[in-house]
């Protein structure tokens, strides 16, 4: 019998890292292991009033070292037998990196500088920044940049989170030699890269966040980015022009991490990719299907043929990619900036008694206050759920709007707050928490009627993440809302073997990612189906969701003016 060969997917999420290894046969999964952030749990170089959230690059090196050393030990399958290996990671999440490719928060002089970190995809310190972007991208004459990436750039999205650093920071706008998004970067380390003019940088990220496109030959135009600051002209002569799928192979394994892991240098390095996407492909993404990737945020991902999509730019979305999830198809996604942390806000917002007021009884000692501050914490979730889903549908009158953290898509506006309307004096924490769900559920409506009033049709959802496997009301009101069915992906980490599939293709052991997909899928586990009497009612209370967010965005518009 021919031995197995196994690859490894490594996902980076906002919270964890998570490691997999993959029997590229049939895509069973040995071994899977997470590595929480310790700098990113305890809040460092995060102000969530100001919307600034950034990561240490070294939470990122711990958590790869310690899940990759893991899973092979947990696994005992010889070390021979892995050959490839691929990396994705939340976006746009760029830092920066000096002339050799070093974050400069590795350095001494950076150590604790948080604009020398990660910029968080969650991050909306460069609003102005974005803003500025599109007035000048519709109005300086030339190319307007902005057309793949749904004609409106945010202030997720590298450019503009890069220009607001600079602006912000001189020490590291002068040290800064070049920028580098997250799925890169580790890459790059994994690789030894030595070299940044000769890396293969990320088509997903490039062409979905960083306005990249063959139509002028790369990215935007130096012309363009010195009218914002002359310093991103320069900066884009020392980034790139050439991107790449990550069915590439990026390079091997280098010697230091071969001998850190107990790989072989022979390991084929992919090319990095975006988690949501890699997610996509683990998923089993199919045209006219929309995959949601359901966590803190949402990414909702689809593929589609040249023909499908010839002469359509679909307004208001985060872009359209030859190749960002499948080489030779065109990848598109939309998403929603908050739909975890939206619920998860509302429980922190309910646990501050807990957290205020039980430390200072005197009626328990320290141990019995840990534990029970503890204990509601971890139920309030749960229990708020079962209590919400007892709520009739309409019955409590509460609306609420989904934009806590900001407006992703349609039409990104980070600028946006969520609102709530209906309040009475019979309103209970679970009407709040059941308006909030069906909130998020409006928010993924409101994407997909989009797609398909630009001429893109959705036939069916496929759900993953930590909210499809773990949350049946949440997923049972989306479909009540969609009017759809939404089938749930097996995997309880798809986006990791989606990088899986990636690296057993870039590594030889498939032809193309149609196929790695074909034979290493694991298939759905559960099914949802609309019921037509909520369906009807979530059509009406969809009319006042709208009706409330037209009715906060022009409030915002005019106070911002």
């Not at 939340?90 to 910029?119: C, I, K, R």
């Not at 019955?395 to 900001?406: F, M, P, Q, R, T």
């Amino acid at each position: 019998m021919e031995p197995q060969h196994y690859v490894i997917g490594i996902d980076y999420g906002t919270d964890s890292v998570r490691s997999v290894l993959i029997n590229t046969a049939d895509g069973s999964c040995l071994s899977s292991k997470v590595h929480w952030y310790k700098r990113w749990k305890e809040g460092k170089y995060c102000n969530a009033y100001s919307n600034q959230f950034r990561q240490h690059p070294l939470d990122h090196l711990e958590g790869l070292e310690a899940t990759l050393k893991a899973v092979l030990a947990e696994s005992s399958i010889d070390p021979k037998l892995v050959k490839g290996l691929c990396v994705d990671t939340t976006g746009s999440s760029p830092m920066p990196v000096d002339q050799q490719g070093t974050s400069l928060a590795l350095l001494p002089d950076f150590a604790h500088n948080p604009n020398a970190m990660v910029v968080l995809w969650k991050d909306h310190t460069s609003i102005r920044e974005a803003e500025e972007i599109n007035r000048l991208a519709k109005s300086w004459g030339g190319e307007d940049f902005t057309r793949y990436e749904g004609g409106i750039y945010s202030s997720e999205w590298f450019w503009a989170k890069i220009l607001h650093v600079i602006r912000e920071d001189k020490a590291v706008a002068e040290a800064a030699y070049s920028w580098m998004e997250h799925c890169d970067w580790i890459t790059y380390v994994l690789v030894g890269g030595k070299d940044l003019s000769s890396f293969k940088r990320s088509r997903c990220a490039a062409g979905h966040k960083a306005m990249w496109h063959p139509d002028w030959k790369g990215l935007p135009s130096g012309e363009f980015l010195s009218k914002l600051d002359p310093r991103l002209a320069g900066l884009r002569d020392r980034l790139y022009q050439e991107t790449y799928t990550s069915d590439q192979v990026a390079g091997q394994l280098s010697q230091e991490w071969a001998h850190r892991l107990g790989l072989s240098e022979e390991v084929v390095v992919a090319v990095g990719t975006f988690d949501a996407h890699a997610g996509a492909v683990g998923g089993e993404v199919e045209e006219h299907a929309m995959v949601k990737v359901m966590g803190t945020s949402t990414c909702d991902i689809m593929v589609a043929s040249h023909r499908e999509v010839e002469n359509k730019l679909v307004k208001g979305i985060c872009g359209q990619v030859e190749g960002s999830v499948i080489p030779g198809m065109v990848g598109l996604e939309a998403g929603q900036s908050g739909f975890g942390d939206v619920l998860a806000w509302f429980t922190q917002l309910l646990a501050w008694p807990v957290k205020n007021l039980l430390g200072n009884t005197s009626l328990l000692n320290e141990e019995q206050k840990e534990k029970l501050s503890q204990e509601i914490q971890d139920r309030m979730m749960n229990e708020l759920s079962a209590a919400a889903e007892k709520v009739p549908v309409s019955a409590s009158g509460v609306v609420a709007l989904d934009w806590i953290n900001g407006r992703r898509t349609p039409d990104a506006n980070q600028a946006l707050k969520g609102a709530i309307m209906g309040l009475g004096m019979g309103t209970e924490a679970p009407h709040i928490f059941r308006a909030l769900v069906e909130a998020i559920c409006f928010g993924s409506k409101r994407i997909i009627d989009r797609f398909e009033e630009e001429g893109v049709k959705i036939k069916t959802v496929i759900g993953l993440g930590g909210v499809a496997k773990k949350s049946p009301f949440v997923m049972q009101t989306m479909a009540d809302v969609l009017s759809m069915p939404i089938k749930v992906a097996s995997s309880e980490q798809a986006p990791a073997l989606g990088a899986a599939m990636y690296a057993a293709v870039a590594a030889g052991l498939y032809s193309d990612v149609l196929s790695a997909k074909e034979a290493m899928g694991s298939g759905f586990d559960n099914e949802y189906h609309p019921q037509p009497y909520q369906s009807k009612v979530y059509q009406q209370l969809y009319d006042q969701y709208k009706r409330l967010g037209a009715f906060v965005e022009f409030k915002t518009v005019v106070k911002h003016e």
